[in-house]
């Protein structure tokens, strides 16, 4: 699953990360992030431990949804 946060106003917002099941969030582009570090391949995406993700002004993220590594095992 993908999550896509638009953030057009000028200031940044705390935004609530929808809740899947067996998943975390990974973050895959932050387009307020310089490059390299706005686009994330999978390998390198970190999860996201917070039920908040902050977004900062006028930038676009996107977040990928994964198995945890707790539900591969099973």
Do not use: Y
């Amino acid at each position: 699953a993908l999550h896509v946060i638009l953030n057009m106003a000028d200031e940044s917002m705390r935004r609530p990360l929808p809740v899947i099941d067996g998943t975390v969030w990974h973050m895959a582009v932050d387009t307020a992030a310089a490059t390299p570090g706005d686009i994330v391949a999978p390998p390198h995406q970190c999860p996201l431990r917070d039920e908040l993700f902050d977004v900062r002004g006028r930038s676009v993220v996107v977040l990928e949804a994964r198995k945890s590594i707790r539900d591969r095992r099973q």
